[in-house]
């Protein structure tokens, strides 16, 4: 906690996917044990990719977590977890709805180094909430590229693919995914489909690469 007021603060690590955003996080984790503090790390439910209790990175490494629900009241479960940590670590921000901005705010308050990471933007290029709110109230924010798949350029953008071709504009809202799905593209090399939507939402739901999830108080959003 700063020595003067004995209060927390939150870091905030964002960026397109495949920057090293969870590879930052851990890295964190690594050195906050190191100093001999305590963590307490939580991942959203709703992801599973890397396992139900876990946080992971692209690289292979990762973390033991514990999975929290990801809207409304269930979200304070980490406000309710967490006892003495000197560290809570959030990650997967953007799966969480608005409520995650109260809950790290009031970690923060309490004394509690909150480090969250979470994409910013959606696979049309939109901010992803909450994650905008958290960089706005958040003491320190940090905004990793990746490498564009296309042109080599510096990456910003999640470029979503559904059987190798660009995701149109109306596709569900998430899509928990990594390198079967997902690209890092620049703003020139990032694209969507338009026009009318022939593909059912049964290519999204209850498939092996994935899971859809519709947020009802968030607009449209994707990791």
């Known amino acids: 906690m700063h020595a003067i007021t004995n209060s927390g603060w939150v870091e905030v690590i964002t ?5 090293g955003k969870t590879e930052e996080l851990l890295r964190r984790l690594r050195r906050a044990e190191i100093a001999e503090q305590d963590v307490a790390v939580f991942t959203p439910a709703v992801d599973d990719r890397y396992g139900d209790d876990v946080i992971g990175s692209h690289e292979g490494r990762d973390w033991d977590a514990t999975a929290v ?16 940590e000197d560290v809570v670590a959030i990650d997967e921000a953007n799966f969480f709805d608005d409520t995650l901005v109260d809950v790290c705010d009031d970690l923060a308050s309490d004394g509690h180094r909150v480090v969250v990471s979470g994409t910013d933007q959606t696979f049309r290029g939109e901010p992803f909430h909450p994650v905008p709110a958290l960089m706005a109230t958040a003491e320190y924010v940090e905004k990793f590229q ?6 080599g350029e510096p ?14 504009v109306d596709d569900p809202t998430i899509l928990v995914g990594a390198a079967e799905s997902y690209e890092a593209r620049c703003r020139s090399c990032h694209t969507l489909q338009t026009g009318s939507l022939d593909r059912s939402l049964d290519e999204f739901t ?3 690469d994935g899971e859809t999830t519709d947020r009802a108080d968030a607009p449209p959003a994707d990791e």
């Open 155 to 168: 990456a910003t953008r999640n470029q979503r693919l559904v059987e190798g071709e660009p995701a149109h």
């Open 206 to 208: 209850g498939s092996e």
């Open 69 to 84: 629900p990801n809207e409304g009241e269930g979200v304070w479960e980490i406000v309710e977890r967490v006892d003495d």
């Open 146 to 151: 990746a490498i564009c798949s296309v042109c």
């Open 15 to 19: 960026g397109s996917m495949f920057s």
